[in-house]
């Protein structure tokens, strides 16, 4: 069992800086890839940044050049680092992590419990 657990969103105005962070524990032989997802009320979830093994990473066109996604291995811990906030970025954000299980060497997915963001104007 892997828990994530996510901090650091809360209200900031348009313009502002905020950095989320994801933390995970539990048992598991590794960490593969590593993403943030978005959604707002009454639209989809959608991905909004991802961190994969080799340092691969990939952003949604809407927040290239603002948003930063990086990992502190050591700390079993990803960032989301959020520049140039805009109104539109308001929603909950989750982190999504996908370990390898130390047994069977299995591939899961898991998902952070969500942390609110919120952009004023």
């Known amino acids: 069992q892997v828990q994530l657990v996510e901090s650091g969103g809360g209200l900031v105005s348009a313009g502002g800086s905020l950095r989320l962070s994801c933390a995970a524990s539990g048992s598991f032989f590794s960490i593969n890839a590593m993403a943030w997802y978005r959604q707002a009320p009454g639209k989809l979830r959608e991905l909004v940044a991802t961190?994969?093994?080799?340092?691969?990473?990939n952003y949604a066109d809407s927040v290239k050049g603002r948003f930063t996604i990086s990992r502190d291995n050591a700390k079993n811990t990803v960032y989301l680092q959020m520049n140039s906030l805009k109104p539109e970025d308001t929603a909950v954000y989750y982190c999504?992590?996908?370990?390898?299980?130390?047994?069977?060497?299995?591939?899961?997915?898991?998902w952070g419990q969500g942390t609110q963001v919120t952009v004023s104007s």
């Open positions: 961190d994969q093994p080799g340092s691969n990473t």
């Open positions: 999504n992590v996908e370990i390898t299980e130390p047994i069977f060497r299995r591939k899961f997915t898991y």
